[in-house]
């Protein structure tokens, strides 16, 4: 893990400032791609399921080790699929997912604001193809991202404050 040559990329903002206000452990899961595959997006070739497989199983791993620790986690990473989810979810079947969704125009005005960023805008097409959003029976919730990233952070622990531990 951590293909990254030892650059550190950007957090997610979103990500970052929920762990902030839960007061527990963030991870960036695009800091966990073998070296291949950042090669590959930086080249503005689309991942496959092969090529995400092994980052899968190591973000897996990081989750189930949490969880054996019983300390909370929030690790932002593209689990673009049921599949993805289903195989993060089996380091803890408790994982909560929260999809983060807009439209096309403003996630690629986002993606032009990560400078070093390795995944380039011209993939984007390439990830809404991807895109299964979460369906019925998966512990989470969908937002829009046009508001503040403080009022995202915001829904999501007043959805989940009801409902679920985090």
């Known amino acids: 893990m951590g293909g990254d040559g030892g650059q550190r990329l950007r957090q997610s903002e979103i990500g970052q400032r929920l762990a902030d206000r839960l007061g527990i452990a963030y991870v960036e899961g695009d800091n966990d791609h073998p070296a ?19 980052w899968l199983l190591g973000l897996q791993a990081r989750i189930r080790a949490a969880q054996q620790r019983g300390e909370a986690l929030v690790l932002s990473c593209s689990a673009l699929k049921r599949r993805y989810r289903d195989l993060l979810r089996a380091g803890d ?74």
Do not use: W, Y
């Not at 291949?36 to 497989?53: E, F, S, V």
């Not at 895109?131 to 989940?160: H, K, S, T, Y």
């Open 93 to 166: 079947p408790a994982l909560v997912f929260i999809h983060l969704e807009g439209d096309r125009d403003l996630i690629a005005s986002r993606m032009r604001q990560r400078p070093g960023h390795f995944m380039p805008v011209t993939l984007l097409d390439s990830q809404f193809l991807d895109l299964e959003p979460l369906m019925d029976d998966e512990l989470g919730i969908r937002l829009n991202i046009e508001c503040g990233p403080e009022q995202i952070v915001d829904q999501v622990l007043q959805r989940f404050s009801k409902d679920v531990e985090i």
């Open 36 to 54: 291949a595959n950042i090669a590959k997006m930086a080249t503005g070739t689309p991942l496959d399921d092969t090529d995400r497989n092994e």
